[in-house]
Structure formats: structure tokens, C-alpha cells
């Protein structure tokens, strides 16, 4: 639990602080900055991104067909990214990326923060993760079994560090998953897989 609420702590300093360190990704108004790849199948690549990445109300809207995912245009070494997110119809399944590697496919190498809710909080990896077994992919199980979302519909508040081969995650104030992976830069990323969801206020602090 200290632990716990000295990185938020720290991670809230860091979000507070002003000055030309943060860098918004989303704008709110169109998907400037942002490459898209979605698949009806894994070998069909041709769907468009609307309606499956959308702006609405200013949110990042994202259906859930066909699988696929959002990222940005440009890698990124160390940083705090801050996301807000919610449910529109009920729980279903995304994820939040990071240190997303080249080759676009589903599903792309790289560290997925795992939004399910049968699994929340699990860091799926197509990287490998530091005392975690695996050949393809690795999954590192949450700190807490129960997690810390709030009631579908409410605005969810995600932090997540990266620094060097480290990251954690934060929901809602609580420390969910913590690793060391060998991939130190990447994309970020958000997915579309199961159902809508929407993301906001997405923006990094540079560390």
C-alpha cells in the first residue's frame, strides 16, 4: 500500500508540473497524429477506420470490430501518459499499449495493458517480461486480484510510467502491474477487441 501511494504521489507531481515537458496526444477534434490498422481477418487489413475509430463529443471512440488498434505516428522513449477511459455499453475488452513495436498486425508486439474484465490488469506482452515464462507472448498476472475500476459508464483515470525497460500502470490511484521489459521505446496504442469504449485526455510528461 505505500508503495503504492508513494508513485502516485510521484506521478501526480510529475502531471501537475507545467511547461513545454507535456506533449497532448489526442486533440479531441480528428485523428491527426494517430495511424490506424484494423482487420476483418488477420489476413484482411482493409476495413477504414470509421466507424471503428471515431471522434464523438470529443472522446476517442472505439467500436470493438473489427479487432484492430490506434496508434501514434511517433515511438517514444521514457514517459508518464496519461489516460481517462470508460465503458459505453458494458464491459468488454481493450487495452492500452505501450512500446509498441514495428510491423502492424493483429495483435502487434508490444505491451498491452489488458482491459477485460476477467483479466484486468494483466500485462499481455508480445515482448519478453523479466521473470515471466513465455515463448510468443508473456502475461504478467495483477498485483491485486480485485480491481479498481469504477461503475461502467463513469470516467476511469490510467497512468502509466515508462522508464528504460520498466513499466507500471496506475487505475485510479492504484499501482495494478509493474514489469521490466527488454524494449526501452515504442508506439503507443489502444485496441479495438470486444465491445465500445472511449479514451480522453490522453497526454504524456516527458521523464
Known sequence: MRKTILLFALVSFVLSACGPKKEVLFNG????????????????????????????????????????YIRTEKKYGDYVLHVAWRWTEG????????????GDKVWPTGIQMQMRERDFGFFFSGIPLEGVEGERSWRKPPLEEQDPEKADGEWNETVIVCKGGKISAIVNGELVNEAVAEATEGYIGFQSEGGPIEFRDIYLMSL
Open 29 to 68: 477534434k480528428n485523428l491527426d497524429g494517430w495511424v490506424y490498422f484494423v482487420a476483418e481477418t488477420v489476413q484482411d487489413a482493409s476495413a477504414p477506420a470509421e466507424p471503428t475509430f471515431s471522434v464523438q463529443d470529443g472522446a476517442l471512440h472505439v467500436s470493438g470490430t473489427p479487432n484492430g
Open 91 to 102: 464491459r468488454a475488452d481493450s487495452g492500452i499499449f505501450n512500446r509498441l513495436q514495428e
